[in-house]
């Protein structure tokens, strides 16, 4: 069940989220009640002490059961935190057995997540009361997963992988961030985190192994390139980051090694997979590839989609 937001924290939409939230309000308050007793206490001590006409200072002396009393009792307020805060870290670091796998894929600015039976989305999409694992790596840079209603946040690095888990507690919609900024386009990672029902969730992951229910392959296409392309590539050949999809179907268009390629399905299909095969001169050879996160269909789709493009 969905708990409301309060003045500092977003709706609590997952397992960790009462045992995170109470944590983060015992160390709030002691954090506020020693500040109003040391400030309190320093000023009330200015106040007493203060110079006065008439009135030598004498050195206060020495208290030993004073100065244990402000070492030991910090320690022990220390190993309290560390033993809620180790114990909680403990929870979220080791997934459940039966644990849904889904695998993120991030990159310059985006997010692919892909599913057991080969399903991709650009948003993630889960169901509600079951465990979920992330397995996540990043193309190029790092980036950090962050969805604030799950006290979840994880760096996704380059060259490794790693994980995080959470299970949602209620149905609805949550936001996902990249918390790690990652270039020009970082705010383009908001995505959307759907918690749907386990009948809903299964329907999902049918309907997205090809395109959806009355949708053309050219329809199909675009919407993968809205997801995947957009940010790199424009229709209206206005220039980017890389080449422009305006009337490119078919062209002769030079490398920066001087070999001139035409534009055709094994050329598309090869950039896609091995982007820095044939890089287009005049642009930069910093395309992410896609394979794994791409499969054939989408791919078809997308080639289908550039032959339109004019």
Same mark, same amino acid.
Request: charged share 20%.
């Given at each position: 069940?969905?708990?409301?937001?309060?003045?500092?924290?977003?709706?609590?939409?997952?397992?960790?989220?009462?045992?995170?939230?109470?944590?983060?309000?015992?160390?709030?308050?002691?954090?506020?009640?020693?500040?109003?007793?040391?400030?309190?206490?320093?000023?009330?001590?200015?106040?007493?002490?203060?110079?006065?006409?008439?009135?030598?200072?004498?050195?206060?002396?020495?208290?030993?059961?004073?100065?244990?009393?402000?070492?030991?009792?910090?320690?022990?307020?220390?190993?309290?935190?560390?033993?809620?805060?180790?114990?909680?870290?403990?929870?979220?670091?080791?997934?459940?057995?039966?644990?849904?796998?889904?695998?993120?894929?991030?990159?310059?600015?985006?997010?692919?997540?892909?599913?057991?039976?080969?399903?991709?989305?650009?948003?993630?999409?889960?169901?509600?009361?079951?465990?979920?694992?992330?397995?996540?790596?990043?193309?190029?840079?790092?980036?950090?997963?962050?969805?604030?209603?799950?006290?979840?946040?994880?760096?996704? +690095?380059?060259?490794? %992988?790693?994980? *995080?888990?959470?299970?949602?507690?209620? &149905?609805?919609?949550?936001?996902?961030?990249? #918390?790690?900024?990652?270039?020009?386009?970082?705010?383009?990672?908001?995505?959307?985190?759907?918690?749907?029902?386990?009948?809903?969730?299964?329907?999902?992951?049918?309907?997205?192994?090809?395109?959806?229910?009355?949708?053309?392959?050219?329809?199909?296409?675009?919407?993968?390139?809205?997801?995947?392309?957009?940010?790199?590539?424009?229709?209206?050949?206005?220039?980017?980051?890389?080449?422009?999809?305006?009337?490119?179907?078919?062209?002769?268009?030079?490398?920066?090694?001087?070999?001139?390629?035409?534009?055709?399905?094994?050329?598309?299909?090869?950039?896609?997979?091995?982007?820095?095969?044939? +890089?287009?001169?005049? %642009?930069?050879? *910093?395309?992410?590839?896609?394979?794994? &996160?791409?499969?054939?269909?989408?791919?078809? #789709?997308?080639?289908?989609?550039?032959?339109?493009?004019?």
């Amino acid at each position: 069940m969905t708990q409301e937001p309060t003045f500092q924290l977003p709706p609590a939409m997952s397992t960790f989220a009462a045992r995170y939230d109470e944590t983060y309000y015992f160390i709030y308050w002691l954090s506020v009640l020693l500040f109003v007793g040391i400030i309190g206490a320093a000023a009330y001590f200015v106040w007493k002490y203060r110079r006065r006409p008439g009135v030598d200072a004498e050195p206060t002396g020495h208290n030993a059961i004073l100065e244990a009393s402000w070492t030991i009792a910090p320690i022990i307020i220390l190993a309290v935190m560390f033993h809620v805060g180790f114990r909680g870290y403990l929870d979220m670091a080791i997934a459940p057995g039966n644990a849904l796998e889904v695998r993120v894929r991030a990159w310059q600015w985006g997010w692919d997540f892909e599913y057991p039976n080969g399903a991709h989305s650009n948003d993630l999409k889960v169901p509600v009361n079951k465990p979920v694992k992330l397995i996540m790596s990043s193309n190029d840079v790092i980036h950090s997963l962050f969805v604030p209603a799950f006290r979840i946040k994880k760096d996704v +690095v380059p060259g490794m %992988y790693t994980t *995080v888990w959470f299970e949602a507690t209620s &149905t609805g919609e949550t936001d996902l961030f990249c #918390a790690e900024y990652c270039g020009k386009d970082h705010s383009a990672m908001m995505r959307k985190v759907f918690i749907v029902t386990d009948d809903e969730f299964q329907k999902f992951l049918e309907e997205s192994s090809g395109p959806p229910s009355g949708m053309s392959t050219e329809d199909w296409g675009k919407k993968i390139y809205g997801e995947k392309c957009k940010s790199c590539h424009s229709l209206d050949g206005s220039k980017v980051i890389g080449p422009t999809f305006k009337h490119v179907w078919g062209e002769m268009v030079t490398m920066t090694n001087g070999e001139i390629v035409k534009v055709d399905e094994n050329y598309v299909r090869e950039s896609i997979l091995d982007p820095l095969a044939k +890089v287009v001169a005049g %642009y930069p050879p *910093v395309m992410p590839t896609f394979k794994g &996160t791409l499969g054939d269909k989408e791919i078809d #789709a997308l080639i289908k989609f550039i032959q339109t493009v004019k």
